[in-house]
Structure formats: C-alpha cells, structure tokens
C-alpha cells in the first residue's frame, strides 16, 4: 500500500500508540480488501455500545485511551443499548447499564460525539455528494452512498473508530466509482403504500443478492419518494443482503437514467427481479406463517410486543404513529416500543407527539435500537415471544433471539397492539411499568 | 468430481489447521448466533445449534450488518471463536472484525467451497488447511483428531 508520509509517521509510532494500532489495522484491513492507498475522510461514524463490545472490548477501548486516543475526524456514535431513563422499567442488568455508563464517559474523553443515532443522515449530518466518510451501522452506510452520493463501505466499530483516529480510511470498494455501477434491474410493479411495503421490497431483493458487492438499480418508482421510505428500503437491503448501495432510477443522484447508473453506453441488462403486490405480500405471508408455528408461541394479532425501531423514528414517523394512537390505549398485556434520537424526542415534545404517544401508553426511548438492548436478557425477565413490528430489519433480525416476529404495516400494528380509550382512562399499567 | 485445493484472493493471519464446520447459510455473529456462548441460535439456519468455538467456519457470504467487527474480538478473548472463516464472498465487517481479533479469513474461494465441503462433510468429519498468506485452502482427509474422539 502507498503512504503518504504523514501515513509514515503513523505507522512509526510517531503519532502515538493508539494512531499506530489504527493505521496498522487499515492497512491490513485495505490489503485484503485491494485498497492500493488510504482516502482522507471527513467524518466517522461508530457503533460503539456495551452490548456488542462486551468486557474485552470495553477493556480494549479503556487501553487506548489510556494510550490518550484522540480522534482527529468528527466522529459520531451510532444507538446505543440503555437508555437511562428507561432502564430500570426494562429491567435491564444494573452491570451492563453501569458499564454503558463508563463507556460514555470514555468515548466522550477520546473526542468522539455521543449522537447515539443511527439516523444521523437525518438529522446531524447530510454528507454531500462524492464525499469520503467511515461509517458504521449499515442503515447510515446504504443512505449515504445512495441517497446522499457520499461515499464509504461498512464500517465495523474498530474500523470506524480507527477512522476517527486516522482521519482516513482504506480505498476500496464503494470509494471506488467503478463499485457504483449497478448490477441489477429490479423493476417494481407494485404498490408501495406504507414504509413496511418498502422494507419487504428491501427483503425481496437483499434475501435475492445477499451479496455486498451487488448494486441494485430500481425502476418503476417514481417521486414523491420521502426520504423514511428510502431509510427502509436501505435498512432492509442492507439487513437481508449486506448490501451497502442501491439507485432508483430518476430519484437517486447517480441514476438520472439506466445508462447512467448502469456506467455503460452499451447494452443494459435486462430486468433480473420483477416485484408485483403478490410478492410483496408473500413477505408478510410468509412471517405470519412462521409466527403460527407451534414453537412460535404468540400470533401476530394478539402479540407480547409490538415495537418501531431500525431505524429509529423521524419526527414524520413520530408524527404517523401519534395520529394513529390518538383516542386509543396499548391492550393490557401488550408492550408497545418506539425508538428515536434525541433530536427527534424534543422534537416530539414540542409538537405535542409525545404526549399522546406517552397517553396511550407507548414507551419511548430515545438514544437505543431495540434490537441492541440485550434483547435475550429482556425476552426472558418479560417473557415475551412474539414480536410485531413495521420494520422489516427487526423481523429479520429477531429471528436469533429466540423470538418469533410478524411484519405488518404501521396502522394494522396499532391496531393490533390497541384498544379504543375513553375520555380521562388511563393507560394499563401492567407488564413494563409506563411513564 | 470434487475439488480438495481450493484458491483464494488476499486473506488475513497465519497458517491454521482444523475442522470445519461448514454451513449452506449466510453467517452473521448478530443475526445467528448466541453470543454469550458461541453456539448458532437462529431456527432454522444450517448451523442452528451448532457451536462455532474452535472449529473453521465455511459460509457462502457474510449477512447483515457491523456488530462483527467487536464481537468477534469478545468471542477470541473468551476462548469462543472459530479458529479461522472461509467465505465465498466476504463483507469488509468481517474482515475488520477478524483483523481486529486476529482470527485468519480468507474470501473469494474458488471453486465455491461450501457446496463442495458441505457434500465431502457428510461423509464424516473433515479437516482444513487454511493458508492465508498462501491463497489457499486445502483438504485434509481424514480428520485424525475426529477419529481418535471417536475410538
């Protein structure tokens, strides 16, 4: 690999221990991969929580910033596991809250901004077209490269977090315009009405490439396309494929037109998915159908939980949620969950979503992704088996949790999940305690 | 006829033999797996029950999303990682999180491994040769340490 000699330096040792550790990992990172040379990056993005570091990686964090680690990039934080507010209500293990605290405290000493989001893209930071970025949590990553024409692969929390030290990242892969370049025609037929219609599209063709070096290019979508469906689409592309990119032709900013997304002049493929209402239902279907196995427990119309997370809400989302709930009440025995960041809490607050979300008996947590949560530690305190959910990422990725999950659009969730309330009852207290 | 020499592009870490473990699924450590003890936990998957400490994991492509590039750090230093992964197509997360944990991968095998070891496993326990440095991966038959556990 090429250095240049500031790279040099770093890689001497001159810069510091924990800088060395960083470079050294993104070279042996970059020769795997085929990157030739590091790209300076302006942003790095980290997922960075107790619940996926463990004690060892706590431990490795806590060694370097004793080695006085410091990030030379704005580095952001992705969700995180505990929301304080929340813990004890979610019986959450003291140990593990207790670590999450430390570990807050340590990031924040090395520099790295605690934005506990994994939706930065909107509401933080909105890369601009063609810039270099390390980024983590693979919703933010299929975002950037395809909505914001930004570029960065996946990027594990070492990576992004040698990234942030660096202020540099391997090039390869989709830093490379040649990545880019679509590999597939999915032409869509059918009639995406709800953001869980557009995560089951993302199912369809992510279970179908399951490939992170495929490129999807959409056809058949045409604006007004709002920037939440295009976060689930990406979410779920991004979860049953590992795919980091896709276009949607004449909404995305490098696919104006087939050739263009394509990179050619030449001939283009013909169409390898098509996607009418049928398969997208047999998303649903095929959920439902797995959630009504005995070893299932719990249906989707009658479930233990019922959650809206990864990604976590957008003040529109927030908003949609709110105007379903107003005058209804979570069931007795039902735990309703809904995740958002910080900025979108306050947000909520403003605008009077909150309260109507907390009225009906919604917990909302802000800063965390459900799924992170130490989720078999909960699923056991609780007892819960079934989970319904509008996220087509969390259905998938409950599945090894020991849980069965349904996929069902926004207001059939509600729905199941609710009663009507009479003027002044309160929300049932039962189950997970309620603000 | 099947291959016992597989090719593959640039991998990670040194020289390592042992058995494999090979699955016809897609692997995530998130997705899959019981972190607490390294056994694979999701109904269903080729694997489901199977624990992965100590063994070579041989899997088509990587699933989901960035949680392996600390996991598999946790994993090594409690004593329950896999001794090497074989990918056939590979995401940069695992190649991060195995540089970051010193486990030896190597990815873009040719022809494709799993399909091939996959039918050469059913006929008992198998032993590997992963050569990262080498760009290869090789067959050793039979799997001598399965043997004697047996006898």
Known sequence: MILTPEEEAMRAGEMGPAVQWAIEHQIEVGRVLGARRLVPVSRAHMMGDMEVLGESGFAFLQSLRRQNARVRVTTTTNARCVDFAFAERLRQDPRLVAREAELRKTLSRMGVILSDTCINYQTLDQPHFGQHIAWGDTGTVIYANSVYGARTNFESGPAALAAGLTGRTPMYGFHRPKARRGRIIVEVKARLVDLADWGALGAIVGRHLNDYWQVPVFTGIEEPVSGDELKHLGAALASYGSLAMFHIVGVTPEAPDLETAFQTTGRLPAPGLRIDDAAINAVYDAYAAQAAQPRGGGRGDDPDLVVFTAPQLSVFELAQVAALLDGRRVRRGTTFIVTTNAQNRQAAADLGYLQTLREAGVLVLTGVCFYLMALPDMRRRFGWRSLLTNSAKVANIIGGYGMRSVLRRTAECVEAATEPRSRGAAAHTDGVRRD | ?151
């Not at chain 2, 019981?34 to 063994?55: N, T």
């Not at chain 2, 997360?93 to 040719?110: D, K, M, S, Y």
């Open chain 2, 1 to 151: 006829m099947t291959s016992r020499v597989f090719t593959t592009r640039p991998g990670f870490g040194p020289v390592v033999e042992g058995t494999a473990l090979v699955s016809r699924d897609a692997f995530s450590p998130r997705y899959d797996l019981d972190r607490d003890v390294g056994v694979v936990s999701r109904a269903g998957h080729d694997l489901e029950g199977r624990s992965i400490a100590g063994v070579i994991v041989v899997v088509p492509a990587a699933k989901g999303g960035v949680a392996a590039g600390w996991s598999l750090y946790d994993l090594r230093q409690r004593g329950i990682a896999p001794l090497a992964f074989v990918f056939t197509r590979v995401n940069p997360v695992f190649v991060q999180g195995c540089v970051h944990a010193g486990i030896p991968i190597v990815h873009g095998v040719r022809p494709d491994p799993v399909s091939a070891l996959h039918e050469l496993a059913r006929g008992g326990p198998l032993r590997l040769r992963v050569d990262p440095p080498g760009r290869r991966v090789s067959v050793l038959l039979p799997d001598p340490a399965a043997k004697e556990a047996k006898e």
